[in-house]
């Protein structure tokens, strides 16, 4: 790749020789002639593509570090679209024989991952659905209210009201995590069916105190549901601390998990997925179909899921990406979630000894908050707004997050509003550690000259002690 292209091409070329392999298998098919546009006004279609999708931000960049956007691997990239060209379906194994098994194959080596060897499990469209089964199946197994933490994902409030599920928020400490004697005193009240234990938050990448949920759960008989649609795949980093890591090692004791290939399982959108501990839950998605279900004595992935078409194409990305980088410790996938943890700690050192911001508590994961220290919650809210817009006029690209004013130390800090606007970053892409430097300086050019514009609100010293 030269020094003037930014994205990867050379999986075309492996793509085009994929390609070939994919027809030479159906060579004993009489020859047609499909419907196709003429090449030109494919060209000019595809061109204008081109022009439209321009207007995005650069996802695929390291100075990209605000959501949680990251990049597909090549190999996955090209698996999709080498399965396009059969454009499988997943419900039932007349659409997708291949692609069924492949995805089979796939979730099982993720359901490995948390020690699972028996398991019943499907990629779904994304997070929301495959914490929307694993949400209904908890309710039909234990009925009652559904609790998740305050900085629980809102899916959860919006996944109660469709299945007709009254739900409750339970406060969080001052880390982000749920707050374990406030969730006691809610399960001495009776009624709770379900505990949603949030294993990455996705504002702030707190792990919630799985260990004690657990504990609880022997004492209130309630179902344990484990949303680890954002952290899950860290439970193979090897440079946690003792708290997220002692929740990655008991994260296999949960009812269910929902986990988010589509975020740093390296592939496109839409590809969630929902693993359940004990098979036998399969029991609640029989069905019939008139049509679907005949062509095989073997499990159609339709008869153990809520949707009913899915795309193979995710199963095959999926299939690839964990064969070219197998889900074990130590391994070069291992490596990149541990060089993120390691890109957000670096951060947040330099944020720590920067007089002009307050930093949150210690990253868990990847994700890195911090306020801008001003006379007042308000004007620093205000300031970090203008940053957050004159980084992306230098192409570094943050985030904004509105959070309680608890999660930061504001002692010299005017309260006149109880949340505050802060800075944001994802620091999930494995280049990001090597950016650090560069995003630290132009992070730092930008707040001078904000603070400077800023006539009543003199730039404090640089360093901190």
């Known amino acids: 790749m030269n020094s ?20 030479a298998g159906f060579a004993s098919l009489p020859p047609f002639s499909g419907s196709t546009s003429k090449p030109e006004e494919l060209e000019r279609v595809l061109a204008e593509v081109a022009q439209r999708m321009q207007n995005n931000y650069p996802y695929f960049h390291p100075l990209y570090a605000g959501q949680m956007l990251k990049p597909p691997h090549p190999v996955a990239r090209a698996a999709y679209a080498l399965a396009m060209w059969i454009n499988p379906n997943n419900h039932a194994l007349d659409g997708g024989r291949a692609s069924s098994a492949m995805e ?8 490995a991952m948390f020690g699972w060897k028996e ?4 990629l779904t469209g994304g997070g929301t659905m495959a914490n929307l089964e694993a ?3 908890s309710n039909r197994i234990h009925p009652g209210v559904l609790v998740a933490s305050a900085q629980a994902h809102y899916t959860h409030s919006r996944i109660s009201a469709v299945l007709g599920l009254k739900f409750e928020s339970i406060p969080c400490d001052r880390n982000g995590r749920m707050d374990v004697a406030a969730l006691k005193r809610r399960l001495e009240g009776g009624g709770v069916g379900t505990v949603v234990a949030t294993i990455g938050t996705t504002a702030i990448g707190s792990v919630d105190p799985l260990v004690e949920l657990l504990e609880l759960r022997e004492k209130y008989n309630f179902r344990l549901h484990a949303d680890a649609a954002y952290g899950g795949y860290f439970i193979l980093a090897d440079n946690l601390e003792q708290h997220a890591r002692s929740v990655f090692d008991h994260l296999g004791e949960a ?3 929902v986990i988010d290939p589509h975020k740093h399982g390296l592939q496109p959108y839409g590809c969630g997925c929902v693993i359940f501990r ?19 004595g073997d499990l159609h992935l339709g008869e153990i899921s809520l949707e009913c078409s899915r795309p193979g194409a ?3 990305a999926l299939w690839a990406t964990q064969k070219l980088l197998p889900l074990k410790k130590g391994g070069e996938f291992a490596a990149m979630l541990a060089s993120g943890r390691e890109a957000a700690l670096k ?18 994961l990847d994700i890195v908050v911090w306020a801008v220290k001003a006379a007042s919650v308000n004007e620093s809210s205000m300031l970090a707004r203008k940053i957050f817009e004159e980084a992306a006029k230098a192409n570094l690209h943050l985030a904004l997050a509105e959070l309680p004013v608890e999660f930061f130390d504001l002692v010299e800090m005017r309260k006149d509003r109880q949340t505050i606007l802060c800075l944001r970053s994802v620091l999930m892409k494995p280049e990001h550690k090597d950016w650090i430097d560069r995003i630290r300086e132009i992070l730092d050019r930008v707040t001078t000259k904000v603070v400077q514009a800023q006539t009543k609100i003199p730039p404090p010293s640089r360093e901190r002690d």
């Open 135 to 137: 949400l209904w199946v």
């Open 104 to 111: 089979k194959e796939a979730v099982a080596e993720i359901a």
């Open 119 to 122: 398991h019943l499990g499907h």
């Open 347 to 364: 951060l947040y050192e330099k944020l720590y000894k920067d007089a002009r911001f307050i930093p949150g508590f210690q990253p868990e």
């Open 4 to 23: 003037q292209e930014h994205l990867e091409k050379e999986s075309l070329q492996l793509l085009a020789a994929a390609l070939a392999k994919l027809d």
């Open 278 to 296: 004990d098979p036998s839950v399969g029991r609640f998605y029989k069905h019939d179909s008139p049509y679907t279900y005949f062509s095989s």
């Open 255 to 257: 009812d269910s998990i």
């Open 314 to 316: 995710a199963a095959v």
